[in-house]
């Protein structure tokens, strides 16, 4: 990971253009491409990103983006981040304060609680909760940047990726996500699509959800464990 902090203005041109204006920000390269750029604040989430897979190339500004940086001296360098359907991430850096990189390694991923974890267990053991003709192939299948909790096969034969947690966040489709990047990636998987499992699905998920393809299921934690039929509600 490579962690800047920089006096940085940032333009997003894609679907949908933003711009932050010349502030001083902590921007984050990580190990699987993807780059983010953070405030003083709000917890995890950043102001902009780009997910991978993008490329990131450094050059240095061109003349008529001189004014930028305004009174407090010239720009540093220019940073142009395309993601893979096109959309441009552009971060115009006028001082660089601080650029330091680290290797975090592979992470064993979040240790879930006992009823997050016993839900994992039940689903595993009922793939069918999800549709008829559905099949396990891998409970914990790791990708580069941690293990998604379920890897299923369809009735169609075609892979699934399941992220299960007890209450549905933001944060959550967020990491089904990455998974998906990474794991359409791979050949020998094909065509992975996603759901997003929990008990409970805050609106916010789930529109978010629908924004990146993925289905959201809320599933019966009672009637898993055998106290009716297992159920589901697919949206």
């Not at 390269?29 to 003083?40: N, R």
């Not at 994992?120 to 941690?146: C, H, K, S």
């Not at 890897?151 to 399941?162: N, P, Y």
């Amino acid at each position: 990971m490579r962690l800047v902090i920089a006096r940085c203005q940032v333009d997003y041109a894609g679907r949908l253009t933003a711009h932050l204006p010349m502030a001083t920000r902590l921007i984050l390269v990580k190990a699987d491409g993807s780059v983010s750029i953070h405030a003083d604040d709000r917890a995890y989430k950043p102001l902009n990103w780009m997910s991978p897979p993008c490329t990131l190339a450094v050059r240095p500004p061109a003349e008529d983006e001189a004014a930028i940086a305004g009174d407090d001296g010239e720009l540093a360098e220019v940073w142009e981040v395309v993601g893979k359907d096109g959309d441009t991430l552009q971060i115009t850096i006028a001082e660089i304060l601080h650029d330091t990189s680290h290797e975090l390694g592979v992470d064993p991923g979040l240790q879930k609680d006992g009823v997050e974890k016993h839900l994992q267990e039940l689903l595993a053991d009922n793939p069918g909760t999800f549709g008829a003709g559905w099949t396990l192939v891998r409970r914990e299948y790791m990708t580069a940047i941690g293990p998604v909790d379920l890897l299923c096969r369809d009735a169609d034969g075609k892979h699934v990726a399941v992220e299960i947690k007890r209450r549905g966040e933001i944060d959550g489709v967020e990491q089904l996500t990455r998974y998906l990047e990474l794991m359409n990636r791979d050949p020998l998987l094909g065509e992975v699509r996603g759901i997003f499992a929990a008990q409970q699905i805050k609106p916010q998920a789930r529109v978010l959800a629908g924004d990146r393809g993925i289905d959201c299921v809320v599933v019966d934690y009672d009637a898993l464990r055998g106290l009716d039929d297992p159920t589901s509600r697919l949206f």
